[in-house]
């Protein structure tokens, strides 16, 4: 008895496992490589910016047609085109530290036709005062 419970459990979450694989595959997926960059301390003035790759791991084109960030100091720039299924794209994104002090963690959202139509990916940093760098 407890071996056909044991197999019936395994096929039920087996089953719903491919249902749910199959329910995201559709439609555009988009896939960071990384979906946060730590840049420890800076110093109070510093420029730092970062480049987050992504790919259309879904089905169909990716559209992004909006990012946006937390605050005017952070400034994102993404690829008007739509990106095809399997192929890559990158989403650049600056952060200016000035007037900034203390621990700073720089979110922008990605918005898109995806299957999660908003997505983030932030930038964190240590903002220090000049000269105790």
Known sequence: MKKLLT???AL???TALAMAQEKTADGPVITFEESSKDFGDITQGDKVEN???FENTGTAPLV???VAATCGCTVPSWPKEPIAPGKKGEIKVSFNSAGKMG???SVVRIYSNASEPIEKVS???NVLP???K
């Open 130 to 132: 000049k000269g105790t």
């Open 123 to 125: 930038m964190i940093s």
């Open 7 to 9: 197999f019936a459990l």
């Open 64 to 66: 992004i047609s909006n």
């Open 12 to 14: 039920a979450l087996s």
């Open 51 to 53: 480049v987050f790759k």
């Open 103 to 105: 621990k700073q963690n």
